[in-house]
């Protein structure tokens, strides 16, 4: 699996990881992803659109305020038309059924789109629909550790069809002064969010490999190395400290 960092301010996220940012809207103005270099420096970059008018972008913002569902339809057409294969559309809890429905009844196909589904409360799974779910966005910027959202990507979808890392991605789970919060870290130095032990037993289920406690990381950490701010998660008493994903 892989994360996607989507932010309307370009420098608050970290280099190196797959971004998300916008072509319209105030978010792409010039003190934001219409700054010079922006998007050069996030090679492989989700392009957002937030109005359904604009033909542009490979992900349709489907919210209040932003596109609506009924316009939906029109934009993944005229995207696919542009060449982009298999558009997004950004939907949330409220709103999924409405614009599977207008999808649905414009004939598009369940191989022609895929959603980007927001959760927001940490929840990373979503119930299967007609489209398939390309990623759920579980995290904004009240947990994610930055002035960014997080969404964790189907390896499918994400860029090369591969997953941060490599085929493996090792993680860290440092403990801290105070019982049971253990910090979540990668060997680059960045740090990702998981917010509860349950999520944690998830990926274990998946094949995750439990190793041994990482030193250096430790001290790292102890001598506040880390940039950006850490992020703790909940996890049992029992846990071991770091595992490969």
């Known amino acids: 699996m892989t994360l996607l960092y989507d932010s309307d301010q370009p420098s608050s996220i970290p280099s190196g990881v797959w971004a998300a940012g916008y072509v319209d809207g105030y978010a792409a103005g010039p003190l934001y992803w219409g700054a010079p270099g922006a998007w050069s420096h996030f090679p492989n970059a989700k392009r957002i659109a937030v109005f ?3 033909n542009d972008g490979d992900c349709l913002d489907v919210e209040r305020g932003d ?8 934009w993944v057409k005229w995207r696919l038309a542009a060449g982009i294969q298999r ?10 059924s409405q614009v599977e429905n207008a999808l649905t ?7 022609q789109v895929a959603l980007w589904v927001a959760t927001l409360d940490g929840t990373q799974t979503v119930p299967a629909g007609p489209y398939v779910v390309a990623a759920v966005q579980y995290a904004n ?24 890392g490599g ?5 860290y789970i440092v403990n801290t002064p105070t019982e049971g919060q253990w910090l979540l870290c990668l060997p680059s130095g960045y740090y990702v969010h998981l917010t509860t032990g349950a999520a944690v037993a998830q990926l ?36 071991t400290t770091e595992f490969v994903y």
């Open 52 to 54: 359904g008018q604009t």
């Open 67 to 74: 596109a609506t569902p009924s316009e939906a339809p029109q």
């Open 167 to 171: 085929d493996e991605m090792k993680m």
């Open 204 to 239: 274990q289920a998946d094949g995750a490999t439990i190793l041994a406690v990482d030193e250096q990381q430790h001290q790292n950490f102890l001598a506040g190395s880390h940039p950006g701010g850490s992020t703790t998660v909940t996890l049992p008493k029992s846990a």
């Open 87 to 96: 558009p997004w559309v950004y939907v949330n809890r409220s709103n999924r």
């Open 105 to 111: 009844m414009a004939g598009i196909l369940t191989d």
């Open 141 to 164: 910027s009240l947990s994610s550790g930055g002035h960014y959202d997080l969404s964790l990507v189907n390896e499918q979808f994400s860029p090369g069809g591969g997953t941060i």
